[in-house]
């Protein structure tokens, strides 16, 4: 076993265990979709519950719902009336995805809309205290814009995979559309004076934003 991989398991075996629902949903995730390493999996998703239950939001936002897991772990640590929004781009998700929402023991607080946030999002008189992006890379910064107005002063937005599996050191010139929206998107977290930022090298990399 590389030292890696042993590190990671002996994370795992020293945090709090995921449910049975969600250990379930991961295995079909994994069997049943393309790029299964897209689920948030155990370690990410204790630290998006804990997160919620750090920050007490009432609206949470998560653009990029995929199978669910990311959706279950922040719905896990919601308060009784708040309501998690998530959206997924993606039609041909819906089938598989939708049932893991409204069979799970927090289905009354989800809300799971299929369509573009970019569009649905701004037709929402909603502010949010929390949002999670794990959407479409390239536009990142398009997100980011639309959601910092509609997020309370003080809330949160956190950022999945802002080191894109260390592609964000490549040279320009050999970067994809994907990456390339992800760099532009740290550079441009970095300079805005509107929030306050730090990336943790979690995963993929996540980057916590707090609206100042």
């Not at 890696?4 to 969600?22: F, M, N, Q, R, V």
């Not at 804990?50 to 897991?69: A, C, D, K, N, W």
């Not at 990142?140 to 260390?166: F, H, S, V």
Request: proline share 4%; hydrophobic share 40%.
């Amino acid at each position: 076993m590389k030292e890696t991989d042993a590190l990671d398991a002996y994370i795992l075996g020293h945090i709090d265990e995921e449910s049975d629902y969600l250990k379930a949903l991961y295995r079909a995730t994994h069997v049943k979709l393309l790029r299964p390493r897209m689920a948030s999996g155990h370690l990410q998703g204790r630290m998006l519950k804990m997160f919620v239950t750090m920050i007490h939001p009432r609206q949470v936002l998560e653009i990029g719902t995929y199978s669910g897991y990311s959706a279950l772990c922040l719905a896990e640590g919601l308060e009784e009336g708040a309501m998690l929004h998530t959206f997924e781009i993606n039609d041909e998700q819906e089938d598989f995805t939708r049932p893991w929402l409204e069979g799970s023991p927090y289905a009354d607080r989800i809300r799971f809309y299929i369509g573009d946030a970019l569009q649905i999002v701004p037709t929402m008189d909603i502010t949010f205290d929390l949002a999670f992006v794990d959407g479409n890379k390239r536009v990142y910064i398009d997100y980011y814009e639309m959601i910092l107005p509609r997020l309370r002063k003080g809330g949160y937005i956190i950022a999945d995979n802002t080191l894109w599996d260390g592609h964000v050191l490549e040279e320009p010139r050999s970067a994809d559309a994907q990456t390339i929206g992800i760099k532009r998107f740290n550079d441009h977290v970095a300079s805005d004076r509107r929030v306050e930022k730090v990336i943790l090298p979690l995963r993929d990399g996540l980057t916590i934003i707090r609206k100042l």
